[in-house]
C-alpha cells in the first residue's frame, strides 16, 4: 500500500508563495503520474495540478496557470508544489494523490495539508 505524506503547508500572505511536498512510502511512485488537488471549506476537491513519471508532462487548472509549478524529484521519491502570487480564495487543505497508470484513477492519496492564504 503506497502512502503519501504532505508537507510544507502553513500561512503565508496573500501575494506570497508556498512549496508543499508529497514524499511516497514507495518508489513505486516514479512510474507513476501525481497530482495536487486541494479542497476549500464548503468545496468540493478541485484538482490543481500533476506531472507525468518523467516531469516532462504537467497540467494545471486554469486559475494557478502561470503562478504555480509541479516538479518531481524521483530520487527522492518526491513531488513538489510551488505556489506563487497566492490568493485568499486559494485557502484549502492541499491533498497529493497518485495514478498508477494511464487513464487510471487517482487511486492514492495523502492525508492532506492545510494552507491558509491570509488578505
Known amino acids: 500500500q503506497v502512502q503519501l505524506v504532505e508537507s510544507g503547508g502553513g500561512l503565508v500572505q496573500a501575494g506570497g508563495s508556498l512549496r508543499l511536498s508529497c514524499t511516497a512510502s514507495?518508489?513505486?511512485?516514479?512510474?507513476?503520474?501525481m497530482g495536487w488537488f486541494r479542497q476549500a471549506p464548503g468545496k468540493e476537491r478541485e484538482f490543481v495540478a500533476s506531472?507525468?513519471?518523467?516531469?516532462?508532462?504537467?497540467y494545471f487548472a486554469d486559475s494557478v496557470k502561470g503562478r504555480f509549478t509541479i516538479s518531481r524529484d524521483n530520487a527522492k521519491n518526491t513531488v513538489y508544489l510551488q505556489m506563487n502570487r497566492s490568493k485568499p480564495e486559494e485557502t484549502a487543505v492541499y491533498y497529493c494523490a497518485a495514478q498508477p497508470g494511464l487513464g487510471l484513477r487517482w487511486a492514492y492519496w495523502g492525508q492532506g495539508t492545510q494552507v491558509i492564504v491570509s488578505s
Open positions: 514507495e518508489r513505486t511512485i516514479n512510474n507513476w503520474r
Open positions: 506531472i507525468g513519471w518523467s516531469g516532462d508532462s504537467t
